[in-house]
């Protein structure tokens, strides 16, 4: 597998136009502007995210052997969380400061459910 470079956000024409992700050679068009845009750091490498992240999912970038940066998007906070925590892996949700807090939120709803 080649690097992984991809860009996520508003596309070259501003709001609402595609942008490309650039998984080695192969580019996936990613439509529309999300109402959140995250960034976590996921502990694990980015090979092995990219194992269970598919590239119009989101941007894996890498930060080291054993971790890297996922920038994705949604316009659901619940979805945004879900899905990451879902992943397997430990994780860090750095932005929107939304997000930090619905994360926050979601860890004391399940803590009281576990009992």
């Known amino acids: 597998m080649r690097g992984l470079v991809v860009a996520v956000g508003r596309g ?19 439509h529309g502007v999300l109402r959140y845009q995250a960034r976590f750091t ?11 992240i598919a590239p119009a999912t989101g941007a894996l970038e890498p930060i080291d052997e054993r971790s890297c940066t996922l ?25 929107p400061p939304e997000l930090v807090e619905h994360v926050r939120v979601l860890a004391a709803r399940f803590g009281r459910a576990a009992g």
């Open 12 to 30: 070259p024409g501003g709001a609402g136009q595609p942008v490309q992700h650039h998984v080695g050679e192969q580019q996936v068009p990613v």
């Open 71 to 95: 920038r994705t998007g949604s316009d659901s906070l619940d979805e945004l969380a879900i899905y990451v925590a879902g992943k397997g892996f430990d994780f860090e949700v750095h932005e």
């Open 42 to 52: 996921l502990h694990v490498s980015a090979e092995t995210a990219a194992e269970r």
